[in-house]
């Protein structure tokens, strides 16, 4: 398998070089020096040509609630698409807490984590990338910073005033440095000990003392402001809030001579950038959308440059600035200027009472799309500016942007090294057999569960107030002895030659009449006192019983025989399904383990799997996690729905909502027992990969 990796690094390396010498000769781009292109080649041969967008239900969580999410791989390559994606919450020392591996499906994958009731408040990391992806620097994965507070932390410090409030200050220069001598912009983030944006003021000294700049951040914890700096000065910024403790932060240090770039102006026809170098040879500016260089400009001095948007809309632009080695220097990313694609949410209402009817639909794109819907209460924006994922477009909206100020720092680590290969092979199949090497999906049980004072009592009081209603509800669900309902989820499904559903059928008396009567495929008999199956191949021209029992799978589980399948109840099947083709078994991975065919029955309820895997016997899947499906309420008192308290702040999740061409779709679902505001949030993307939103709120009361 390393042999094969190996082999296939290598061929896609030569492929790339070759992609990237062809795209930099286009003649619209002028005439390029070798050096130009051997710098942009490795540049395209150290971009991954996968991408991870994911969206899930909140803004934020507490600890015990359950994170929904939807992942988006799309790729920019004629390569076998990843079949698996792996995703993980870290904690905030970049400790693994939660690990989980999906299956891709048309480039789409769903699941929930399940967040330990244990988990101290604070800023943890949601990590998605494909195994091929991990070649590749950190930066070009899809990473979010993700807020989770405990409510009982925030129940046992409700009361405590906060003597020290401490204050966080960072300052990106937009090239990622200050080139001295030349004027640049700084964006200045200020932030409290949870992350969360803090409107504040300072002054910016050199090292005699005097004021050279002054800024002030808006409620988002944002400022900016520009600053020519001298190369034997040192800038200091005293930074000050009200109800917080003064700081002085140490600004980075000018550097003498190099490259730096500023956006000067972004219209819809492109991206203005004033170019600024101090050195006498020419650099290389590129533009890099979704993975892959699309612009290359080489020139020497100061001067501007008018680089165009990529075609795809919703994607940021990465301009890097590299020297004649090759070597990036600066970086910054942009994002379009206008609005990704709306969609039109509406209710059929914009009130309504506990446990009715609530019906939306969907308009405003004329194309079809994927997207999954979170309907929960309504939470206010926290206001963490380092939280979104700027290449992706990650939950946190606003202040995705000013990560675009942070260089890819792993990426240019790799040109330096001039790295050429990886170590993580493609995982084009589904695998159902466990793998050497492949680690379960899993929960840490060791994270360190110390309560970090100074975060929680920095939390807002939006965040605040929900933590203690989280509390209250886990009190409410103790008394009432109530779990959080879920289905099981559907298992994969192993390619089969036939598939019978039970439902597009009659009744029948029993699973052996059913068998019989579905399948045309199949000899059942009965052999010293055992019953068993023997499938019919079938290929052009050909015709032939199998002479051994096929693989016997029940629920993905490897059952020794018909025992456990004619004991189960007839109306709890979903399907039988058979293979015997090459083309079926090696697509599924198990043509290397079944010489006779596959015959497999699915249940609806699934719990089939879990009474087998407590016998011990081999299951499938195993590496992967099987996510567990939504359960919205169904019905009011009398009419099926459940009679104790129903108190979800997230009452509705549905990740595979698919649009027509026309762009409408229409779904319905009930409101719970909780009252008060909850916002309708739409996610997805269309077939091109372009991501769209929408939402709408309505008002739940009680009613007399």
């Avoid at 892959?292 to 165009?308: L, R």
């Avoid at 206010?380 to 979104?388: F, K, N, T, V």
């Avoid at 081999?618 to 939504?630: C, G, K, R, V």
């Avoid at 916002?679 to 309505?698: D, H, M, N, W």
Wanted: net charge neutral; aromatic share 8%; charged share 20%.
């Amino acid at each position: 398998m390393q042999i094969l990796a190996n082999y296939r690094m290598k061929k896609l390396t030569k492929i790339l070089w070759l992609l990237a010498i062809t795209l930099l000769s286009n003649p619209v781009l002028g005439q390029q020096r070798q050096v130009d292109v051997a710098g942009a080649a490795q540049v395209q041969m150290l971009l991954s040509d996968e991408q991870v967008r994911l969206v899930h239900s909140q803004p934020w969580y507490a600890a015990g609630e359950r994170l929904w999410y939807k992942a988006f791989v799309n790729r920019n390559s004629s390569n076998p698409p990843s079949k698996a994606l792996y995703v993980t919450l870290l904690d905030a020392r970049g400790n693994t807490i939660i690990n989980q591996r999906l299956v891709v499906e048309e480039g789409m994958a769903n699941s929930d984590i399940e967040l330990p009731k244990e988990l101290p408040s604070g800023n943890y990391t949601l990590v998605a990338a494909t195994n091929w992806m991990k070649n590749f620097s950190e930066k070009q994965q899809y990473r979010e910073q993700l807020l989770i507070v405990n409510p009982r932390e925030v129940m046992a410090l409700r009361n405590i005033k906060a003597n020290h409030k401490p204050l966080h200050v960072q300052f990106f220069p937009e090239s990622n440095s200050l080139l001295a001598g030349k004027t640049s912009r700084v964006t200045v983030l200020v932030t409290n000990a949870a992350g969360i944006g803090i409107a504040a003021q300072g002054t910016v000294t050199d090292s005699t003392g005097r004021a050279v700049a002054s800024f002030r951040s808006d409620d988002t914890g944002v400022g900016a402001f520009e600053l020519k700096a001298d190369l034997e000065q040192a800038y200091v910024a005293q930074v000050q809030a009200e109800g917080y403790q003064t700081l002085r932060v140490a600004l980075p240090k000018a550097k003498q001579n190099g490259l730096a770039l500023s956006v000067t102006e972004k219209s819809n026809t492109g991206i203005k950038v004033d170019v600024r170098s101090t050195m006498p040879w020419a650099y290389t500016l590129l533009a890099e959308s979704g993975g892959k260089v699309y612009f290359t400009h080489s020139a020497k001095g100061t001067g501007e440059v008018t680089v165009p948007w990529q075609e795809k809309p919703g994607e940021a632009v990465r301009l890097m600035l590299l020297n004649p080695g090759g070597l990036v220097e600066a970086e910054q990313s942009v994002m379009y200027p206008g609005i990704a694609p709306a969609l039109q949410v509406s209710t059929d209402r914009r009130q309504y009472g506990t446990r009715q009817q609530v019906s939306v639909t969907l308009q405003g794109i004329p194309q079809a799309v994927t997207a999954a819907v979170a309907v929960a209460a309504q939470q206010a924006d926290s206001h963490r500016p380092l939280a979104g994922n700027p290449v992706t477009g990650g939950n946190a909206g606003e202040g995705s942007q000013f990560l675009a100020h942070t260089a890819d720092e792993g990426l240019w680590q790799d040109i330096l090294q001039g790295k050429k290969e990886g170590s993580h092979a493609r995982e084009p199949i589904v695998e159902p057999i466990s793998r050497a090497g492949i680690a379960r999906p899993f929960i840490s049980s060791t994270f360190v569960t110390r309560t970090d004072t100074a975060f929680v009592q920095a939390l807002p009081p939006s965040v605040v107030a929900y933590a203690q209603k989280i509390h209250t509800l886990a009190h409410i669900n103790e008394i009432y002895g109530l779990t959080e309902p879920h289905a099981p989820a559907i298992l994969p499904r192993l390619p089969a030659d036939r598939v019978y559903k039970l439902d597009d059928y009659i009744a029948f008396n029993n699973v052996e009449e059913a068998i019989k009567e579905v399948t045309t495929n199949i000899r059942m008999r009965k052999k010293k006192g055992r019953q068993t199956v023997r499938l019919l191949y079938v290929a052009p021209g050909t015709k032939r019983m199998m002479k051994q029992e096929p693989l016997y799978l029940l629920d993905g589980v490897i059952v020794d025989g018909m025992e456990e399948m004619l004991a189960l109840d007839l109306n709890d099947i979903a399907s039988i399904e058979i293979a015997w083709s090459e083309e079926k078994l090696y697509a599924g991975n198990l043509g290397q383990m079944v010489d006779n065919g596959m015959f497999a029955i699915y249940t609806k309820s699934g719990e089939a799997r879990e009474q087998l895997k407590e016998k011990g016997l081999p299951m499938l899947y195993e590496q992967y996690n099987l996510p567990q499906n939504f359960i919205s309420l169904s019905g009011i008192p009398g009419e099926g729905g459940p009679s104790t308290p129903d108190l979800k702040q997230l009452i509705f999740w549905e990740p595979t909502l698919h649009l027509g061409p026309d762009g409408k779709a229409k779904f319905t679902f009930y409101t719970s027992d909780e009252t008060g505001t909850f916002r309708v949030k739409v996610l997805g993307q269309t077939a091109e990969g372009i991501p769209v939103s929408g939402e709408a709120e309505f008002e739940v009361k009680l009613v007399n």
